[in-house]
């Protein structure tokens, strides 16, 4: 393998014995543990995730690391580089109970996953979990079917080459059929013919859907507030990259269930079984209240949308753009932040990298580096 790493941007670069790479390095491989060649390596210190020497290769974007990078370059630096997690246990509630809605589902859907491991891991208080459960055990009383032939947590897999002129980065003037290139950043004459030359780029997307068929596939999503999830507006980077995975899908569904909003009824003292009961009744006599687009006949719900209602060749010319400012952000190793985000990084929720950001220092009590696995 050839080396590639740039030195001087890691403290702890150790030659390795071929002088190849450095002995911390650590190649990507694929599942079948295959080498995935012009993808950006791992660092094997335990406190490091991506090595920031590898400025070279490419890190595979999906649709969740675009809409970081977009929200703020240092969040998306110390996420998708420095591999920084918070801790299951600290996540909010409304993270923690979509958690376990996706599992409940799985595990309904036949995928070997733990329901108590996910409590535990993600410390789920008793009456969030009561919720879930009422839930569930709504879905199963109205008999929801799900139609057969779907593939679980099938994987998105795309690759692009990106083609950029040289020239394309000058400024040009335009006067009348004349293209005139004024040489006003003081190009060296040694240089110009440098700049007749085009760059090609690789750029890789992944991610994974919920539930994929031949012609559709189905979102599971669990919120308070299911609007934001049944408006094409705010689905566009994620369905728009599925759509673009895969030419033969034609729509998708949204299934999309409403969080059980009831308060306990600290008065009363009231327990978790018993709020449990209370959201199972409502759920049973206002099923079409939870499980948005609930159809009594098909015993089915969700909201359908097809592929025409999203713009496909604007999520890849955002994908291609974007790519080119990661590498150009990994280049000059200057992932600026934007304070603008820093209290309100979804709607009243503050970013929850912040204590990062203000100390440069991470708790190992409430965060942790990510698994590469």
Not at 139 to 166: C, F, H, N, R, T
């Amino acid at each position: 393998m050839k080396n590639l790493l740039d030195s001087s941007r890691c403290q702890y670069f150790l030659p390795s014995f071929d002088d190849k790479e450095c002995d911390y390095y650590d190649p990507p491989e694929t599942e079948l543990m295959e080498d995935k060649p012009g993808e950006c390596g791992f660092c094997k210190r335990p406190d490091s995730y991506r090595c920031i020497a590898d400025v070279a290769r490419i890190i595979p974007l999906s649709h969740s690391s675009i809409d970081t990078f977009l929200t703020c370059h240092y969040l998306y630096y110390l996420k998708k580089i420095l591999g920084i997690e918070m801790r299951p246990q600290f996540f909010g509630p409304a993270l923690k109970a979509g958690k376990l809605w996706d599992v409940v589902k799985q595990r309904h859907l036949g995928e070997k996953v733990s329901i108590k491991d996910t409590v535990e891991e993600y410390q789920i208080d008793e009456y969030t979990v009561a919720k879930v459960r009422a839930l569930y055990h709504g879905y199963k009383e109205l008999e929801i079917v799900v139609e057969d032939g779907y593939a679980l947590q099938a994987s998105v897999d795309m690759s692009y080459e990106i083609e950029v002129p040289a020239a394309s980065l000058l400024p040009r003037i335009l006067s009348d059929v004349i293209v005139d290139e004024n040489n006003i950043w003081g190009i060296r004459e040694d240089l110009k013919p440098f700049l007749s030359k085009t760059w090609t780029f690789p750029l890789s997307i992944a991610g994974f859907y919920d539930r994929k068929y031949q012609t559709y596939f189905a979102e599971d999503k669990l919120s308070s507030r299911p609007e934001f999830y049944l408006d094409p507006f705010f689905l566009q980077s994620q369905n728009s990259t599925y759509f673009m995975a895969d030419p033969n899908l034609e729509y998708c569904i949204q299934e999309v269930v409403l969080f059980p909003q009831q308060k306990i009824n600290k008065k009363k003292d009231e327990s978790a079984e018993a709020l449990g009961v209370r959201v199972f009744n409502d759920v049973i006599s206002k099923p079409s209240k939870y499980f948005i687009g609930f159809d009594r006949k098909k015993r089915m719900y969700g909201k359908k949308f097809f592929r025409g209602e999203f713009d496909l060749q604007a999520a890849e010319e955002r994908y291609k753009q974007v790519v080119l400012e990661v590498l150009s952000c990994r280049w000059t190793g200057n992932f600026y932040r934007n304070f603008k985000v820093c209290n309100n990084i979804l709607p009243g929720i503050p970013c929850d990298m912040q204590k990062i950001c203000r100390s440069g220092n991470m708790s190992e009590n409430m965060f942790r580096i990510r698994s590469r696995k």
